[in-house]
């Protein structure tokens, strides 16, 4: 403040000096008004002319300043939006999930859980201890078309669906595929089905590691497929043959309508199979590929028993460490899958069954701690499991199943799903990396999947 009156007091004097002493005025031919005005109007002019300068000066840096802020909230806003949105896809793409509408297993021995009461249409065939001179190749081919064709008399429409194979280590690709195909074949033949030049779609699972997001992965890089079977067997040393077989579907199939025929009458004298041939073009069914009409209601007849989403791995060859380094990395993998499906209270998880393959303490010291770890995990989370009553360990109930081994865990965890209605949460030690997943029931197209429901997860994983 008195610097501004000094300033103003200075311009004031320097003024009057310029007036009395440098412009030649007559002062005496002012009046008094003009000659006050004459020596105070310019330095306030110009005092206030430099308080407006810097008034201007001032708003427009604020206005500059705010434009910045501004720019730099919007460029934040976009940059979070942006990371919401690939968050969100990233949720999407986790949680898509397919539906399983049935699965047939042959096995040497039925696990100690099943008491001949499997939702339908489960089956699992007991086989019982291979003859010693028998090779496991002769052995499993029979196996093969006995469960195939238990499949196909459930499922009519299933002679059009596409198969997938697990693959196998020590044959090669194009033989597993024309063996299959020959089982196929012989399954139909042993069901007197009419067809006889109806080819099976046979082909190897593609990609590698988690046999649930391949599979996802198939329907979301065929919109036109409404169904597949996915295969996985084989013939181990010393053990019996291992086929599983598992029917996947989109899980918004639905039943396609037939199209109003618009100003068409029909030819009451037209051939049988020329109406069906018009029927087949009338009905919109972009999501059925190659099943016919009439087999269309027998897949529908098959009520999903599980969902199927994506699964949680550790890092290929990471060391899955020891005691509570493993039982929290397993926490950490297991509330990963919780954040997929959307569940918001993971403490209230509660599971059904647990399907590992933490393998016998007697055979591998490092069972015991596995296993321990897999428990110390769900504690942690709420979660209490029985692992003699509630709990399945895949080389004790089954032996030894060499390549079938993913399918098998998968199987399990489907048909003890919808038994007893509740996730089942599968643990997979394949080497050196770590598996999670969990099955859960079917989801209602109407759900959402952010609901804080314990039976709302299902994330599924098993590895080859």
Same mark, same amino acid.
């Given at each position: 403040?008195?610097?501004?009156?000094?300033?103003?007091? !200075?311009?004031?004097?320097?003024?009057?000096?310029?007036?009395?002493?440098?412009?030649?005025?007559?002062?005496?031919?002012?009046?008094?008004?003009?000659?006050? =005005?004459?020596?105070?109007?310019?330095?306030?002019?110009?005092?206030?002319?430099?308080?407006?300068?810097?008034?201007?000066?001032?708003?427009?840096?604020?206005?500059?300043?705010? !434009?910045?802020?501004?720019?730099?909230?919007?460029?934040?806003?976009?940059?979070?939006?942006?990371?919401?949105?690939?968050?969100?896809?990233?949720?999407?793409?986790?949680?898509?999930?397919?539906?399983?509408?049935?699965?047939?297993?042959?096995?040497?021995? !039925?696990?100690?859980?099943?008491?001949?009461?499997?939702?339908?249409?489960?089956?699992?065939?007991?086989?019982?201890?291979?003859?010693?001179?028998?090779?496991?190749?002769?052995?499993?081919?029979?196996?093969?078309?006995?469960?195939?064709?238990? +499949?196909?008399?459930?499922?009519?429409?299933?002679?059009?669906?596409?198969?997938?194979?697990?693959?196998?280590?020590?044959?090669?690709?194009?033989?597993?595929?024309?063996?299959?195909?020959?089982?196929?074949?012989?399954?139909?033949?042993?069901?007197?089905?009419?067809?006889?030049?109806?080819?099976?779609?046979?082909?190897? =699972?593609?990609?590698?590691?988690?046999?649930?997001?391949?599979?996802?992965?198939?329907?979301?890089?065929?919109?036109?497929?409404?169904?597949?079977? +996915?295969?996985?067997?084989? @013939?181990?040393?010393?053990?019996?043959?291992?086929?599983?077989?598992?029917?996947?579907?989109?899980?918004?199939?639905?039943?396609?309508?037939?199209?109003?025929?618009?100003?068409?009458?029909?030819?009451?004298?037209?051939?049988?199979?020329?109406?069906?041939? &018009? +029927?087949?073009?009338?009905?919109?069914?972009?999501?059925?590929?190659?099943?016919?009409?009439?087999?269309?209601?027998?897949?529908?007849?098959?009520?999903?028993?599980? &969902?199927?989403?994506?699964?949680?791995?550790?890092?290929?060859?990471? !060391?899955?460490?020891?005691?509570?380094?493993?039982?929290?990395?397993?926490?950490?993998?297991?509330?990963?899958?919780?954040?997929?499906?959307?569940?918001?209270?993971?403490?209230?998880?509660?599971?059904?069954?647990?399907?590992?393959?933490?393998?016998?303490?007697?055979?591998?010291?490092?069972?015991?701690?596995?296993?321990?770890?897999?428990?110390?995990?769900?504690?942690?989370?709420?979660?209490?499991?029985?692992?003699?009553?509630?709990?399945?360990?895949?080389?004790? @109930?089954?032996?030894?199943?060499?390549?079938?081994?993913?399918?098998?865990? =998968?199987?399990?965890?489907?048909?003890?799903?919808?038994?007893?209605?509740?996730?089942?949460?599968?643990?997979?030690?394949?080497?050196?990396?770590?598996?999670?997943?969990?099955?859960?029931?079917?989801?209602?197209?109407?759900?959402?999947?952010?609901?804080?429901?314990?039976?709302?997860?299902? =994330?599924?994983?098993?590895?080859?």
């Amino acid at each position: 403040m008195f610097l501004s009156v000094f300033r103003f007091v !200075a311009l004031l004097v320097l003024w009057w000096a310029l007036l009395w002493f440098a412009l030649p005025l007559d002062f005496f031919a002012l009046s008094l008004p003009s000659l006050a =005005l004459l020596h105070f109007a310019p330095p306030v002019a110009t005092v206030a002319a430099w308080a407006s300068f810097k008034r201007a000066r001032a708003a427009h840096k604020k206005k500059r300043e705010a !434009a910045v802020v501004a720019g730099a909230a919007a460029e934040q806003h976009r940059l979070e939006s942006a990371m919401a949105v690939a968050r969100e896809t990233g949720l999407e793409r986790r949680r898509v999930h397919v539906d399983c509408r049935g699965v047939w297993m042959s096995v040497s021995q !039925a696990p100690k859980w099943h008491d001949g009461k499997l939702p339908p249409p489960c089956q699992i065939i007991e086989q019982g201890l291979r003859a010693e001179n028998v090779e496991g190749e002769t052995a499993l081919y029979p196996v093969l078309q006995q469960v195939l064709e238990a +499949l196909l008399m459930q499922c009519g429409a299933a002679d059009y669906l596409p198969l997938y194979l697990l693959p196998r280590r020590g044959q090669g690709d194009a033989e597993q595929i024309e063996k299959l195909r020959q089982a196929w074949k012989q399954a139909r033949t042993a069901l007197q089905r009419q067809d006889a030049t109806l080819q099976p779609e046979g082909r190897l =699972l593609p990609g590698t590691g988690d046999v649930a997001s391949r599979i996802i992965d198939l329907f979301g890089d065929a919109p036109s497929l409404a169904a597949l079977l +996915l295969l996985g067997m084989d @013939a181990p040393p010393k053990s019996a043959p291992v086929v599983v077989a598992m029917l996947f579907s989109r899980p918004d199939l639905v039943m396609p309508e037939p199209k109003a025929s618009a100003g068409r009458d029909d030819d009451p004298y037209a051939p049988y199979w020329e109406r069906e041939r &018009a +029927l087949d073009r009338e009905i919109d069914a972009p999501d059925w590929a190659r099943i016919p009409p009439s087999l269309r209601p027998d897949l529908m007849a098959l009520k999903p028993l599980a &969902a199927l989403h994506r699964g949680r791995a550790s890092d290929p060859g990471a !060391a899955p460490g020891k005691g509570g380094v493993l039982a929290r990395g397993l926490r950490s993998l297991i509330e990963a899958l919780l954040d997929d499906a959307g569940l918001r209270e993971p403490s209230a998880l509660e599971l059904g069954w647990l399907v590992h393959d933490c393998g016998l303490a007697a055979h591998d010291v490092a069972a015991g701690g596995r296993l321990a770890a897999v428990l110390s995990a769900l504690r942690g989370l709420g979660c209490e499991l029985d692992p003699l009553d509630e709990a399945s360990d895949v080389p004790d @109930a089954y032996g030894e199943t060499g390549a079938a081994r993913g399918a098998v865990m =998968l199987a399990e965890a489907l048909i003890r799903t919808g038994q007893l209605q509740k996730p089942v949460l599968v643990a997979d030690f394949n080497g050196q990396d770590v598996g999670v997943g969990l099955t859960r029931c079917p989801m209602n197209a109407n759900d959402p999947i952010l609901e804080s429901r314990a039976d709302g997860c299902n =994330l599924q994983m098993a590895h080859q």
